[in-house]
């Protein structure tokens, strides 16, 4: 009397082995794929951030300013003392090459153009301001 409904201990390591395999190959692209989406939503976030800041002095004509520091920028309205922090993800860093403020006039004209650089873990970007109303860029560098 043998009873052939069920699996044997060899074929289940078996599986157990494959399926380890396949995990242990598919973490490295799903740590990759996480990295590229936080890079993206950071870089999303700085730019409405600085938009948010632009449309508010033009509108309101209130002096708001952004505060660039090593691990985190800070947004600040100078009339009501309100200030927004964003933090930087883990291993990120703001290097700040000519002011750390970044604001603009009533027209939407930037105060103090120049480029701050920010390295995430794996590359290392830089943020542009230009003469005039245009907007920043952002490249990889």
């Given amino acids: 009397m043998t009873n052939e409904k069920g699996f044997t201990l060899i074929e289940m390591l078996l599986v157990l082995v494959i399926w380890s395999i396949i995990v242990l190959l598919g973490a490295p692209l799903v740590s990759s794929i996480i990295e590229q989406q936080e890079e993206k939503h950071f870089f999303n976030q700085l730019e409405s951030d600085i938009l948010y800041v632009q449309n508010m002095t033009i509108g309101t004509g209130e002096y708001m300013r952004m505060h660039m520091h090593e691990t985190k920028y800070d947004i600040i309205d100078r009339e009501s003392g309100k200030r927004i922090t964003r933090q930087l993800p883990d291993g990120w860093k703001i290097q700040v090459r000519v002011s750390p403020v970044i604001s603009f006039s009533s027209f939407g004209v930037i105060k103090n153009p120049g480029s701050f650089t920010i ?15 245009g907007r920043e860029y952002i490249e990889e560098s």
């Avoid at 995430?120 to 542009?128: A, C, D, G, L, M």
């Fill in 119 to 133: 390295t995430t873990k794996n590359k290392k970007y830089s943020v542009v301001f230009r003469f005039g109303k």
